[in-house]
């Protein structure tokens, strides 16, 4: 990479690093493994940067979302997760909006990694449906019945849950 580049590729992760490490975070669910994941998928633009500096945010994205779908089908359940701590002090309560994230978070690991995919792209990425097609490597009408399957089930397991805890 000569020093133009150089510089193009330091600007460019510099600048969007903020937003691709929240992807990450979304698709793998841990600050740790989200930073490894956007680390992995740097070093592989880096190595194409003269190839696709035109576009970078949508290569490092595309390869973001197939590294995790690999994680995904080669991960084992059953690994257990660390917890943090509990806080030293109280703080104000919080409880229904917890209650609410930690629902609708289980819910989302019940989806199929690929309709979970396409919800954090299009809702939390806020890309449109030919954008998420585009990196997801499909039609935009996939697009469309992935979303409508993956809220619907996503309506059904959320209400589910909310009668089984009322």
């Known amino acids: 990479m000569n020093p133009d580049q150089q510089r193009d590729f330091t600007e460019f992760v510099v600048g969007r690093s903020d937003s691709l490490i929240r992807l ?3 698709l793998t669910n841990d ?30 994205r595309r390869i973001m979302y197939h590294e995790q779908v690999g994680r995904w089908r080669s991960r084992r ?11 030293d002090r109280a703080a104000d309560d919080r409880t229904r ?30 890309l449109s449906e030919s954008e998420v097609a585009k990196i997801m490597g499909c039609s935009v009408g996939t697009v ?3 979303t409508h399957q993956a809220v619907t089930r996503l309506r059904e397991l959320i209400g589910e849950t909310v009668t089984l805890e009322a």
Do not use: C, F, G, M
Not at 44 to 60: G, L, M, Q, S
Not at 77 to 87: F, G, L, N, Q
């Open 31 to 60: 600050q740790h493994a989200a930073e490894d994941l956007l680390q992995t998928a740097l070093a592989k633009t880096a190595r194409h940067w003269r190839r696709i500096r035109d576009n970078p945010e949508a290569y490092v």
């Open 144 to 146: 469309r019945s992935q």
């Open 24 to 26: 990450a975070y979304v």
């Open 77 to 87: 359940w059953d690994r257990e997760s660390v917890v943090p701590a509990p806080p």
């Open 97 to 126: 909006e917890v209650e609410t994230r930690i629902t609708l978070a289980q819910a989302l690991r019940i989806l199929p990694a690929r309709k979970r995919a396409v919800l954090v792209l299009r809702y939390y990425e806020d």
